[in-house]
């Protein structure tokens, strides 16, 4: 798509208007798989004579289910092209996700989840991998800004929604899932033929892509696994803070805890700026001092003002950090391996999310809120030490990609050198 948004044609496809539209909002739909049942989560506990570990299993299972079906997902994209292993992720996704309608008990409800994780593997990196693939350089940069955007809008509107239907039911804000349905028909329509990788370079399980990756990229996945923990243990744990200091209407709550897919939305606004001004390692800089910066604020602050600016400067870090991690993820995958390399960043995401509540759920329960806090931004600070310390060497040039221009090669995305601006 130019910077006109009109229609260009590539030599396996042509990318219309309402691609970019369609791929946007297939990215939001992995954030609200679990935030679309918060709102009702306590009246299926009620209603199915359940304790609160066992409902919290209902927001989580499916992160648990994303993270080990997300190798297998990559691998069917490096295999068969792009097309039809994330269409019939849209379809699970919606078919799994809108079992929630009709079913009563709680066994069907957790294995719903558990294949809706599967479903939602498959929309997770197969729309990451079409706009890395898609795009290139700078409206590469844009347009998965773009995506940091939609998703940090999407924490907002989609909560809202289940919350609205929740006031129906509790089975009703599982129609919300319906939406992947027309989403993947819409996705045969829109999405350009993009072929699979290499046949020579594509093959090979992922233990054996695991062995090639290079170290650069372990280091991002750490990242972006600390990333959603970080993130966990503020939406956790950020409402007894509030609760601390007075603030306990569940409106004023939401207000606070929205700030952080507000901020993310806005970084994601000015992202392509950002990219003009600072190189890749930058960046991710930028990301690891904000979350540290809103991680001691949450922990010491004791008015509600101050308190406001945690979740406001940690979604400014996400909104930096997810398309960052992102392009360089993509582009430091070895030749042919691009989709499973993106999937195994999910797998490090949504295992952080898992994890995060485990993990720091004792250590609070043994100490405090306020020690749970400044340990969580320890856990940033050394994000940003080492992201500081580290040079890694450019990323690889990932085979298969789409080329608008077959008589124009598109030049390599730098990595995190310095001044590694993208063509």
Same mark, same amino acid.
Request: proline share 6%.
């Given at each position: ?49 359940? *304790? #609160? +570990?066992? /409902?919290? &299993?209902? =927001?989580?299972?499916? %992160?648990?289910?994303?993270? @080990?079906? !997300? ?54 990196? *197969? #729309? +990451?991998? /079409?706009? &890395?693939? =898609?795009?290139?350089? %700078?409206?590469?940069?844009? @347009?998965? !800004? ?62 054996? =892509? ?73 960046? =991710? ?139």
């Amino acid at each position: 798509m130019t910077a006109k948004g009109q229609a260009r044609t590539g030599t396996t496809g042509t990318i219309g208007r309402a691609a970019p539209a369609v791929l946007l909002f297939a990215s939001t739909l992995t954030v609200m798989a679990g935030t679309v049942l918060v709102p009702v989560l306590a009246l299926i506990r009620d209603d199915l004579g359940i *304790g #609160s +570990t066992a /409902a919290g &299993l209902l =927001l989580t299972a499916h %992160a648990l289910s994303i993270a @080990v079906a !997300g190798p297998l997902a990559g691998w069917s994209i490096d295999r068969w092209g792009l097309r039809a292993p994330l269409v019939t992720g849209l379809l699970v996704y919606g078919l799994a996700g809108g079992a929630g309608l009709f079913v009563e008990s709680y066994t069907a409800l957790i294995i719903s989840r558990l294949v809706f994780g599967v479903g939602a593997a498959a929309v997770f990196t *197969g #729309s +990451t991998v /079409a706009l &890395l693939t =898609l795009y290139q350089g %700078a409206e590469r940069d844009r @347009v998965i !800004g773009r995506r940091s955007t939609a998703i940090s809008f999407g924490g907002i509107v989609w909560p809202l929604l289940g919350g609205a239907l929740g006031g129906i039911s509790w089975h009703s804000p599982f129609a919300v899932y319906l939406v992947g349905l027309p989403v993947g028909v819409a996705m045969l329509w829109v999405l350009p033929s993009v072929p699979a990788a290499e046949r020579g370079a594509g093959r090979g399980n992922t233990v054996r =892509l695991l062995r090639l990756l290079p170290v650069r990229v372990w280091g991002l996945y750490a990242v972006s696994f600390v990333s959603s923990l970080l993130l966990y243990v503020l939406a956790v744990f950020l409402p007894q803070r509030l609760a601390q200091v007075g603030v306990e209407r569940p409106f004023l709550v939401a207000c606070y805890t929205m700030a952080t897919s507000l901020s993310g939305a806005v970084a994601g606004l000015v992202y392509v700026r950002l990219r003009r001004r600072f190189d890749y390692a930058g960046l =991710l800089r930028v990301a690891a001092a904000a979350w540290v910066a809103g991680l001691l604020v949450a922990g010491t602050a004791q008015h509600v003002a101050p308190l406001a600016a945690a979740p406001a400067l940690f979604g400014l870090g996400m909104g930096v950090a997810v398309p960052t991690l992102t392009v360089l993820i993509g582009e430091g995958a070895p030749p042919g391996t691009r989709a499973r390399a993106t999937a195994l960043s999910g797998t490090a995401a949504f295992t952080g999310q898992f994890v995060s509540p485990l993990l720091v759920w004792p250590l609070v329960g043994a100490t405090s809120l306020r020690a749970g806090f400044l340990a969580a931004a320890l856990l940033a600070g050394a994000v940003l030490l080492a992201v500081g310390a580290v040079r890694p060497a450019p990323p690889l040039v990932t085979a298969g990609a789409f080329h608008p221009d077959r008589h124009r090669p598109t030049r390599p995305v730098a990595g995190l050198e310095k001044n590694g601006d993208a063509a």
